[in-house]
T-cell receptor
Framework: DTGVSQDPRHKITKRGQNVTFRCDPI?????LYWYRQTLGQGPEFLTYFQNEAQLEKSRLLSDRFSAERPKGSFSTLEIQRTEQGDSAMYLCASSSRSGSQHFGDGTRLSIL | AQSVSQHNHHVILSEAASLELGCNYS??????LFWYVQYPGQHLQLLLKYFSGDPLVKGIKGFEAEFIKSKFSFNLRKPSVQWSDTAEYFC????????????FGGGTRLMVKP
């Protein structure tokens, strides 16, 4: 079973640096989602793609955050000029048009 | 904006005890409801979901949940828990006016003592 794959699993970086995460969804899924989860909280929605189109963005997604899904397959989430408050687990999920969302293992970001 | 409340943040039970985890949501329109589980070191997995029809939904591993529209609730139940049910449980909601974004509750951490 090839589930949702995220890379890297862990990222440690200094404040002010840029980071990029990758998500490979389940191959037949055309919908892809990014969420952020901080300690002791449930995941919070960041953005959603249907194929290559970014259809929804949360107010949590400041202008330092950008997400792409150029060919409607994998997606990248970039954070520019990282801040301490960006430390979190970044989760990717995918679904078919009418299906439930399947989550990856996440990328844990730590800002020094 | 819709919200999801899970009233119990931590629950400790002994094996064979019955489980009920509360979940309430704020949106008044048509909703889809989910329970996800996260075992230690693993990713979120779907336990069960409700879209329409019978409000009593059965999921994997003996879990069930009941949708009570008048109470805006979707409580998770299991008659007899096992040590392997130790995990964090998240209730989540989507509604027709918010695309497919999931709104999650804060989670309930369940510890089952052997």
């Amino acid at each position: 079973d090839t589930g949702v794959s995220q890379d890297p699993r862990h990222k440690i970086t200094k404040r002010g640096q840029n980071v990029t995460f990758r998500c490979d969804p389940i191959s037949e899924h055309n919908r892809l989602y990014w969420y952020r989860q901080t300690l002791g909280q449930g995941p919070e929605f960041l953005t959603y793609f249907q194929n290559e189109a970014q259809l929804e963005k949360s107010r949590l997604l400041s202008d330092r955050f950008s997400a792409e899904r150029p060919k409607g397959s994998f997606s990248t989430l970039e954070i520019q000029r990282t801040e301490q408050g960006d430390s979190a687990m970044y989760l990717c999920a995918s679904s078919s048009r009418s299906g439930s969302q399947h989550f990856g293992d996440g990328t844990r970001l730590s800002i020094l | 904006a819709q919200s999801v409340s899970q009233h119990n943040h931590h629950v400790i039970l002994s094996e064979a005890a019955s489980l009920e985890l509360g979940c309430n949501y704020s949106y008044g329109g048509t909703v889809n409801l989910f329970w996800y589980v996260q075992y230690p070191g693993q990713h979120l997995q779907l336990l069960l979901k409700y879209f329409s029809g019978d409000p009593l939904v059965k999921g994997i591993k003996g879990f069930e949940a009941e949708f009570i529209k008048s109470k805006f609730s979707f409580n998770l139940r299991k008659p007899s828990v096992q040590w392997s049910d130790t995990a964090e449980y998240f209730c989540a909601v989507t509604h027709n006016n918010a695309g497919n974004m999931l709104t999650f509750g804060g989670g309930t951490r369940l510890m089952v003592k052997p």
